[in-house]
């Protein structure tokens, strides 16, 4: 009998790494209780997890250098995901000040001259609005993606308003419909970053 080698030890099949990005600072954010929502969905798919970005400061040129620490951070924390999910509400139709100034922050080379976090990055986006269901900013972002070599995930963005009994209690009620746009979209997600993967 002849003694057969140990079969090679196969590393398991790293899980995506999904990182959500809630453009609302609230603390009853109705965006974020979506972000909550899909991150619990993707549990056995994906490792997710949603940003902390609070603490970043206004973008300014002159406190570029050195980076300050709650940039460098965030910065960190795009650079090895996968992919963005982006939760984003509308203010004034448009997107709101403090998600776009994270952008910006993002969107700068690092202080090695490397290029920015968010180049090429893949990203969906969802978001719960007043009467518009957010469809103005969602369409706002695009233009800013496109300057970034953003790779869009060809998925339908699941844009939702809220509910005056979601606008009295702070509580997010999902339908049928916006959990079915919203596995959708994390089907088309999770398809895309295999696609990817395979290509590599
Ligand atoms: C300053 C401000 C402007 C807003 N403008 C719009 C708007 O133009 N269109 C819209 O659909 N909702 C608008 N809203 C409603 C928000 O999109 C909505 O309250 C959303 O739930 C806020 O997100 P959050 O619950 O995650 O904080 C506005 C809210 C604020 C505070």
Same mark, same amino acid.
């Given at each position: 009998m002849t003694s057969q080698s140990p079969m090679p030890e196969q590393s398991p099949h790293p899980k995506p790494r999904i990182l959500a990005i809630v453009g609302s600072l609230r603390r009853q954010s109705l965006n974020r209780q979506m972000a909550e929502y899909v991150v619990a969905q993707l549990s056995d798919r994906a490792d997710a997890e949603i940003l902390n970005w609070r603490d970043v400061?206004? *973008?300014? $040129?002159?406190? @570029?250098?050195? !980076?300050?620490?709650?940039? !460098?951070?965030?910065? @960190? $924390?795009?650079?090895?995901?996968?992919a963005l999910w982006i939760f984003a509400p509308e203010y004034n139709h448009g997107v709101p000040g403090p998600l776009k100034n994270l952008i910006d922050w993002l969107s700068r080379p690092l202080d090695d001259g490397s290029p920015a976090v968010i180049i090429g990055k893949t990203a969906t986006v969802s978001g719960v609005g007043g009467s518009s269901c957010a469809r103005y900013? +969602?369409?706002?972002?695009?233009? !800013?993606?496109? *300057?970034? $070599?953003? +790779?869009?995930?060809?998925?339908?963005? !699941?844009?939702m308003s809220f509910t005056r009994t979601m606008f009295t209690t702070s509580t997010l009620n999902l339908d049928e419909a916006n959990k079915a746009s919203l596995e959708n979209q994390a089907t088309a997600l999770l398809a895309d970053l295999e696609k990817q993967a395979q290509n590599l």
């Open positions: 400061p206004l *973008f300014n $040129q002159d406190d @570029e250098r050195p !980076t300050p620490a709650a940039v !460098t951070r965030v910065r @960190e $924390q795009v650079a090895k995901s996968d900013s +969602h369409g706002a972002l695009l233009p !800013t993606f496109d *300057f970034l $070599q953003m +790779h869009i995930v060809p998925a339908a963005f !699941t844009s």
